[in-house]
Structures are given as structure tokens and as C-alpha cells.
DNA sequence: TCGCATTTTCAGGAATTCCTGAAAAGTGCG
DNA sequence: CGCACTTTTCAGGAATTCCTGAAAATGCGA
């Protein structure tokens, strides 16, 4: 591995939690080498900086394309195939969750969907149900939220975060500032 | 495996969750059966509903027990253990993610605040410490903000949930009403 | 303390996932 | 087209993770 010792403490750090997160260690380093290099990468810059056979690259490269992660560039006069990761940290976040969200929240929301359409045929499909449905219910009101914060842009998004919890004491205040102003919590429901 | 199957659908389910999510798929079945469960069941009742050998089960429990997803309960006159979930999902949310972090979240911001003590020693380094200081206070910025929310109540927290970036809006007429309200963004900082 | 019920540990085989080199396929230029 | 360069595919070996049965440890009542 020839990087930076800096970088290299960065990377093999990214690559274990990568492999905690259902995503294997090398594509955790391939996508660590990319997201701290100061222009995009082609694939045997990769191989020279992580000591990993070409095809492994190439297979990480094309994992990470699929998750949207990396974007593929060319460089004029160069046939080799560049890779980089959005400068915008937020716009990775956003992907991040996106995919993860499509590849395994939206899969269960429908598979509890489904069970819940069944008829139970005992007590304990009846009680199992109902532990689905809290379920079910909880995903569509956090899958709710999230689609609310996709929508925002981004400075928007980082003032409410900021916020935090204090947004609940002001939500207070203008509740006692304005009485009727329930009223704006039920109007456009989703 | 002997379970009702609209359970089954859910146990197999949520152990192929489970193993994308680096929790190995027969632990989530563990998982899954007892959070449906009417009641508290000891190991060999999961043992016969998931066709598992006792030992693997066992090492299961162990490894939800590390995680607190599982509490151990007895029963009066019976000597075996008995698991189950919490029965508010809420709670679970809430262990889940603070255990996440604990792992994975905090070990991260320790090793970046390492890399960004450490003095540059090349351009090349100087560039992947920007990158990393905008991680870093990304991670900053969201476990703050989880902090906050973890602080609230239930019944508060699916409010701000539910309202959604409907709170945005708000916040925006509540300048208007309010000219100087900015302060209360301000004081009281974390 | 013994005996029984229960849980835990752990070595090693099973299953799965990962990684590689070699070969095939793709690509654009002369 | 033919060639050089590049990427992709994939069979099979390497590494890792998972799972099991047997044995050890634990706990409790008599």
C-alpha cells in the first residue's frame, strides 16, 4: 500500500467499518482512496496505491457505480476510464441514503405490506401482526421525514439540524404566539 | 423451521436484512422470532421454531444481549432464561442507534480527530485532511443533532417527525412574527 | 457435596465471500 | 480491418465467517 501514512490511517480505517456495513473492505478502500485524492483516480492508480489485483478494482469500481458513490470522468486525450466522488459531502450523504433506502427499506415496507394483507389464522398471527404493523408504521413515518429532508436544500437542511431539539421550544413559543397556529401542523398532510 | 407463515415470511426476511447490515443472517432470525413473540421464549423454544442448533443460538442471544436489543427475563419456578424485545419500538430504535454510534460513529470521529492533529507533510496530505475535516464535522453535526433528539421524548420526537420540513415553514413565520426571535437560535449553544 | 438442568465454550468442518490471474470482450484510432 | 490499450468476466483457490456437536462450566436444590 503506498499512501501517505495520514491517508493510509484514513483508509484501512474506512474499509473496516465498510465491512461492518455489508460492504466489503476493499471496496470500503477503493472508495476511501477516492474521496480523499485531489482529482479523479483511474483504475491502476487505484491498484498502485492499494496493492489490489486489477480485476478486484475493476469489481469494487463497478459495486461503487452502482451504488451511485463514484462517478465516472474522462480526461481528454486519455482513454482510461477516471473515477471520483461529488465534492458536496451533503450530496453523498443524500445518495448514501437514498440507495440504502431503496436497496433495503423499501423492500421491507412492502414484504410488511404484504403480511399485513394476510388473514391471520391464530393468536399468534394476530399478536405477530400487530408487531408488523408498529413496524410498518414506524418506517413510513421516518421514510416520510426523509423524503421531507431530501426536498430541502442544503443550507436549509443544516439550520434544522443545527436546531435540533430547540426547534421544539420554539415550535412552543409560537404556539403561545399564535393560538390558531395548530391549525398550520394539519393542513397539507403527506 | 416451525413458525406460522406470515411469521416465516417476516423471520426470513428480516434475516436477510440482517446480514446486509453486517448482523449475520441467523441472528436477525433470532431477532425477528422473538419480536413477534406473544411472550418471553427461552433458547430451545427458538431452537424449534428456527431448526438452529442449540449452540448457535445461544452464541445469538449472546451477541443481542452485547447489542441490548434482547433483554434476559426469568419465570417464576423455571430455571431457563427467557429473552424478549422491548415491547415500545421506539425503545428499540433508540438502542439501536445509540449502540451504532457507540460503535462505529465515535471510533470514526476519533480517528479523524487524530489524522487532522497531524501535520501535513504534502500536498497531497494537505488536501485529504480538507476532506476529512468536512467528514468530521459532518458527523459532528449529525450526532449533535441525534443527541438532541435522543433527549425528547417519544410523543415530542414523532411530532417534529411528523411535521416534517413543515417545521421549516413555521420557523419562517415565526421570524416574521417575531423579528428578534433569531437570538433564540443562538443562545444557549450546545 | 452430589445430581440434574441449563448455558457456554470451542475445535474443526461447512458454507460463504473474497480475490486473483488468465482470457475474453470492448473501444477507438490509423 | 487490425492493432494496441483498456476493462470485464469468471473459474477456482484463499480467506473468512458461520455453525455444530461434544465437552466443560455454571447454578441450584436436596
Known sequence: MQLPPLV????????????????????????????????????????????????????????????????????????RDYFSTPEDIWQIVRTLVEERKKREIDPTLTMLRETLMQVPQSDAEVHAQARLREMHDLLELLTGWYADMQRLETDRLVDLLTLGSKVQKMLELKDRLLPRGRKVREDDGR
Open 8 to 79: 493510509q490511517t484514513f483508509v484501512l480505517h474506512f474499509g473496516e467499518m465498510g465491512s461492518r456495513w455489508g460492504i466489503n473492505r476493499t471496496v470500503g478502500q477503493i472508495y476511501a482512496v477516492l474521496f480523499v485524492a485531489e482529482r479523479p483516480l483511474n483504475a491502476d492508480e487505484i491498484v498502485a496505491r492499494l496493492g489490489l489485483s486489477r480485476s478486484n478494482v475493476s469489481m469494487g469500481l463497478k459495486e461503487l457505480q452502482a451504488w451511485k458513490l463514484v462517478r465516472l470522468q474522462h480526461v481528454p486525450g486519455d482513454r
